[in-house]
């Protein structure tokens, strides 16, 4: 399914569309546009394998808007 969400342009890596093979590091700000969704998160974290309870981890939420609705966190640099 991601392959697919990548291929339709719907996910953005630093504001730039990503592909499939696109890498990220830490520090990069991940888009996703999906439905009427859109959550951009930074990446905080790399793991090879990550189990559920730790994946919170690896980013932190910058916005989440659903429907019109938007939710946003403030960073300080």
């Not at 996910?11 to 830490?26: D, F, L, M, Q, W």
């Amino acid at each position: 399914m991601a392959k697919e969400i990548c291929d339709a342009g719907r996910i953005e890596v630093n504001s730039r569309v990503a592909k499939a093979g696109t890498e990220v590091k830490v520090g990069d700000v991940l888009t996703i546009h999906y439905g009427g969704r859109t959550v951009s998160v930074r990446i905080l974290q790399i793991a090879e394998a990550a189990r559920k309870e730790s994946a919170a981890d690896l980013y932190e939420v910058l916005s989440d808007s659903a429907g019109g609705t938007q939710t946003s966190v403030t960073v300080d640099d």
